[in-house]
Structure formats: structure tokens, C-alpha cells
């Protein structure tokens, strides 16, 4: 019998493992040149060439016209001339996150650009867990065209729920699910035979807030998605920490007390009632309660300004833990941070320690759907790895 390690040295394997590379430095640089992606390979031309004509044949990879400068951004002297980039149309990997109050669908193409977003309001709390996947991935799949679909490189799904790693969730306590295999239920629901993928909503929002830069985060980096419930994911030098049981990062079940946890006064459904009581609102919306804070209107600002202190004492908490350089607000909520970010600052100054350095605060640049996002981004990394279905006749090699 043929050994693992004659089956990954073997000419087909070493192949593979090269188009993996080319692919994956596609990714990064966008656009490069035939000798440059023979260096980046670490290849000959003539054999980097043969790598390059066989994805160019499978449709994955296209020759352009060079115009204004290759993926390191430099531009050349003389006559323009041929780069090699990722077809973006080739496939699509689609994300979707089940939340308490939404379902957000997200598609990607092979640049890992987002295609096509689409959200609807969701009742979470009375939707049973076979019901949601259904309607999540009726919005993903249902208006897809046949010849899109046939594109379909995977699935991923994103939901606030302790998670273990393969795919159990343990418990949902905001959907009001426990003990469901959900990679399992999503499998049997999905209308297409691909491969799927499930995660905690703040892992996944991490992983898609550096998810194909050329240069990965430094240090620590807090990733915290902000919805009903607050949910953390932590990258450590733009690698997704998880922990022993997949719960580091969830600070949102910080106690300020014995009886409250932070999410309880920071999540989306106690903003809004403190803020509708405060005006006599039977059911308030956050642009309500955003367009308020923008007006100093007074109960808004009230709310704000107990949310700030709130978040305040959450992070300092955390990063006296973690020691965060940089803290990323991803989720519906993360747009009340920029109405009271001096707030926020003020409120870390005074509970942080002096000799603790205050971390960087940024939102994500695509808050309301980062969570969906990341979830696509797990399935085009999983393309572009030894996982892909275009090996799936072959044997993965052994990995560390």
C-alpha cells in the first residue's frame, strides 16, 4: 500500500499543492506577472507555466492586459504587458447568519469580493431551529438562478451560539436552541450537494474582518459582534483563537452584577426598550434611537451614554485579560459607536489602569453583514486549500 508521504511527494500531489500556491497568491496580490507568480511559487517559468495553463484551461485563472501597475503596485516601463488574475466569476461560496432579529445572506466571488448581500427582520426566540435553517437558506438559494447555482463552491453559516467544533451547538440561549447538530441539519436542508461550514457569528465576523489582507493583523486584535446578544472572537497575529471549549472572546456574559451580564444592557433589545420608554415609544427602531443621539435628543442620549460606559467597562475587563492592540465593532449596534466614541474613550481612561495602553477602536466596514461575510470567507479559504472539492478524488495529505 502506497505511504502518505509517497502519496503527498507524488507528481500529481506536488501539482496540486502548486495550483493551491498559485491560487493563493492570486488572492493576495490580485494581479501578477508570469515571472513573478514563478517566484512567488518558487518555481522555474517552465514549469510555473504548466501550474498556470492548467488553471487557465479549468477557468480559474485569465490573462489581462497590464494598465495600471501589478497586485504589488508597482508600474512598468515600456510595453504593457501580460498579468494573470482570479477569475471572479469561476465560483461563488454564499454566507449566510441567522440572527435573533435578522437573516443575512452574503455571496462571494473567487477575489472573495462580496456580489450580493440581501438581510430580512426575523423572529429568532419563535422560530425552531429546522424552521430557521429553512428560511435561511430559502433566501440564500431560492432566487438564484440554475447557472449561478451550478457556480456553488459552499455554504457557510453563521449563529450566536456556543459551538463546538464540529458543528454541535451546545447552546443558543437567545434562539432558544441546545444540543443540535446544526452542520447536520443545515446538510440535510441544503438544496445543493456542497460542503458546508458553521460558526459562532463572532468567530466568523473575525475571521472576515482580515480575511485576505496582504498583511494580517498584528498582535491581539477583539472582534465583537453586537446584536441582541454581544458576542467576541479574538485573532492573535490574524489567527482565530478559539480556546479550549470555543468561547474565548464572549464578553458579552461579563457580570456587572450577579444578576446582569453585560449584553443585558448593551444588546440591541435593552437599548431599545430603555429608549422607548424614555419616549413613550411602543416599538422603537434603532435608526430611531441613532437619528435621536444625532439630535442630542435627551432620552437618546441618556441610553447612549449608559451603552458607553457599559462597552467601557466590558473592553477594559477583556483587555486587562487579552491586552487587545485593536478592538473591531462589527453587528447592527456598532453604529452607535462613532456617535459616542469620545464617550466611550473617556470611560476606558477612567477604569483603565494608566500603565494598561488603551487598545485602537475601529467599526467594520461592513458592520450589518460581517458576520455573513466571514462565514462566506471560511468556505472560499477552504477552496483554497488541500479541502477543496477539486482534490475531493484525491486523498488529503497528512497535516501538523
Request: aromatic content about 4%; charged content about 25%; overall charge neutral.
Amino acid at each position: 500500500m502506497q505511504g502518505v508521504a509517497s502519496i503527498a511527494s507524488s507528481p500529481r500531489r506536488i501539482r496540486q499543492g502548486n495550483e493551491i500556491a498559485a491560487l493563493r497568491a492570486l488572492h493576495e496580490f490580485r494581479r501578477l506577472s508570469r515571472a513573478d507568480l514563478a517566484r512567488e511559487l518558487r518555481l522555474n517559468r517552465s514549469s510555473s507555466g504548466h501550474i498556470i495553463a492548467g488553471l487557465i484551461e479549468e477557468g480559474l485563472v485569465r490573462e489581462v492586459g497590464e494598465s495600471a501597475g501589478d497586485g504589488r503596485g508597482r508600474r512598468r516601463a515600456g510595453r504593457p504587458g501580460i498579468l494573470l488574475e482570479l477569475v471572479p466569476e469561476a465560483v461563488l461560496f454564499v454566507g449566510v447568519e441567522i440572527g435573533v432579529e435578522h437573516i443575512g445572506v452574503v455571496e462571494l466571488d473567487l477575489g472573495a469580493r462580496a456580489v450580493r448581500s440581501v438581510q430580512e427582520p426575523f423572529d429568532g426566540p419563535a422560530t425552531p431551529v429546522e424552521a430557521a435553517v429553512s428560511r435561511a437558506l430559502g433566501l440564500a438559494f431560492d432566487a438564484m438562478p440554475p447557472d449561478r447555482r451550478r457556480l456553488c463552491e459552499g455554504l457557510g453559516l453563521a449563529t450566536p451560539s456556543q459551538m463546538g467544533r464540529t458543528g454541535v451547538v451546545r447552546l443558543a440561549p437567545l434562539l432558544g436552541w441546545a444540543d443540535v447538530d446544526l452542520a447536520e441539519v443545515v446538510r440535510r436542508a441544503m438544496p445543493l450537494s456542497v460542503p458546508v461550514m458553521v460558526e459562532n457569528d463572532a468567530n466568523a465576523l473575525a475571521i472576515g474582518a482580515t480575511y485576505g489582507r496582504k498583511v494580517a493583523r498584528a498582535g491581539v486584535t477583539l472582534v465583537l459582534n453586537m446584536e441582541s446578544g454581544v458576542g467576541g472572537g479574538i485573532l492573535i497575529e490574524g489567527r482565530l483563537f478559539r480556546g479550549a471549549h470555543g468561547l474565548a472572546g464572549e464578553i458579552g456574559h461579563l457580570g456587572l452584577d450577579r444578576a446582569v451580564r453585560v449584553e443585558e444592557r448593551i444588546g440591541l433589545e435593552r437599548i431599545l426598550a430603555d429608549y422607548g420608554v424614555r419616549r413613550g415609544l411602543a416599538q422603537p427602531r434603532l435608526a430611531d434611537l441613532l437619528r435621536g443621539v444625532r439630535d442630542r435628543e435627551g432620552g437618546a442620549v441618556e441610553v447612549a451614554e449608559g451603552w458607553a460606559r457599559t462597552l467601557a467597562f466590558a473592553l477594559v475587563q477583556a483587555c486587562r485579560v487579552i491586552d487587545a492592540d485593536e478592538i473591531v465593532l462589527g453587528g447592527s449596534v456598532a453604529a452607535l459607536y462613532p456617535l459616542v466614541a469620545d464617550r466611550v474613550r473617556t470611560h476606558l481612561r477612567e477604569q483603565q489602569e494608566p500603565s494598561f495602553p488603551l487598545p485602537a477602536i475601529s467599526v467594520h466596514e461592513d458592520a450589518d453583514f460581517g458576520a455573513a461575510f466571514g462565514a462566506a470567507c471560511m468556505l472560499h479559504q477552504r477552496f483554497l486549500s488541500w479541502e477543496s472539492n477539486r482534490f475531493a478524488a484525491a486523498p488529503s495529505p497528512e497535516r501538523a
